[in-house]
């Protein structure tokens, strides 16, 4: 199969899914595919008819290898737009181009047009098969305060939480956030992922803070209660539809997160070392089977397919709190999905193209 994998873009998570791309790529590789590897905001090169002037699609055989490492720091966006000119589309010239000459486009990307629904709904209106979830539902979870009121709407218990608009001014959103939810509390753009600027906050002048530098990346904020327990991520895989055209989604061995700064920020989540997971989790058979109801609950409330992953904290008192969910997890060393599904019995290469055969299964339905 002729497979291209999309990564990179000018979201800040653009290191994560360039890395996450390069591993997909060469799993895709050893499985004995065609498969090309594009940043999407790259311009491709193509010839005076519109076709991609080089042949970009490798097969096992040609010794090819994709290889991405992330910087502890967050990419330099604007440094990257300079440099291409400043051009700021999204979608680099050609790239629709190398995308039709793919069987299936395999979305590695992450935060950005990617997790928002923009480039699914791209592939959708040019009737280009892509894996993961449709536009709908990665518009409905990547905004935070949207995904959580949907998620409640369905009986999922998440913490109490307040809507930050930008036409609030940063003194009146911090105002909002002291009022509403009260400290400590976790403030966090609405359609960013990554941890990336998030911010626990314990009074109203931090609060102020995290809302000025939430607001750097575009979007509207979240203040969110600081829910204190233990932290865990728990997958959700679906199986191929069956005959009856339904298909089997199971939620996969939940990991427990222990970041050693004591916050799963960023370089925690990426930088070996910065933090012990333990997976599967330290659960007890019924814990477990409850932190995987309400993953496939909420992956299934916010109109998700093919896989996904959703964060909680576990209280003292033994309450699962969600947090929110990942439409495209990352697929690095470090992600979380890869280690739950291996604890599965599936491993890396096996998820991909599970990730890759289920994707082709429903959008032929």
């Not at 940043?39 to 193509?46: E, G, Q, R, W």
């Not at 609405?190 to 939430?214: D, F, H, M, T």
């Not at 509207?220 to 679906?238: D, H, N, P, Q, T």
């Amino acid at each position: 199969m002729k497979i291209l994998v999309a990564a990179g873009g000018l979201s800040p998570e653009r290191d994560v899914s360039l890395a996450s791309g390069a591993l997909i790529a060469n799993a895709l590789l050893d499985n004995g595919h065609q498969v090309a590897l594009a940043d999407i905001y790259s311009a491709v090169p193509c010839s005076g008819d519109g076709t991609p002037s080089a042949d970009l699609f490798f097969r096992k055989d040609s010794g090819k290898r994709f290889s991405y490492s992330i910087a502890q720091q967050q990419p330099d966006i604007e440094a990257l737009i300079r440099a291409n000119g400043g051009r700021r589309d999204q979608v680099g010239p050609g790239f629709l181009a190398l995308c039709r000459q793919a069987d299936i486009v395999f979305v590695a990307l992450h935060g950005g047009i990617g997790e928002n629904g923009g480039f699914q709904a791209l592939m959708e209106t040019f009737g280009i098969r892509h894996t993961g979830s449709g536009s709908e539902g990665c518009a409905l979870s990547m905004d935070k305060s949207i995904a959580k009121i949907l998620a409640a709407a369905a009986g999922i218990q998440t913490p109490p939480a307040v809507f930050l608009p930008t036409e609030l001014s940063a003194g009146e959103a911090a105002a909002r956030a002291a009022q509403e939810t009260g400290f400590p509390c976790v403030i966090k753009p609405c359609g960013c992922g990554s941890s990336i600027g998030v911010s626990v906050v314990k009074n109203e002048a931090e609060a102020l803070q995290a809302v000025s530098r939430a607001r750097i990346y575009g979007t509207a904020c979240l203040a969110e209660k600081k829910i204190e327990g233990r932290e865990f991520s728990c997958g959700v895989l679906e199986d191929e539809p069956g005959p009856d055209g339904k298909r089997r989604i199971k939620g996969l061995p939940p990991v427990e997160i222990l970041p050693k700064s004591g916050f799963y920020g960023y370089a925690e989540k990426y930088q070996a070392g910065f933090t012990q997971e333990i997976c599967p989790a330290d659960l007890s058979a019924a814990e477990t089977a409850r932190i995987q109801e309400i993953a496939v609950a909420a992956h299934q409330a916010l109109r998700l397919k093919v896989y996904s992953r959703s964060d909680f904290i576990l209280d003292s008192s033994g309450v699962f709190w969600w947090l929110e969910v990942n439409t495209l997890p990352g697929m690095t060393p470090t992600s979380l999905v890869p280690q739950e599904a291996a604890a599965a019995g599936t491993g890396y290469h096996a998820l991909c193209e599970t990730i890759l055969r289920v994707s082709l299964a429903i959008r032929e339905t």
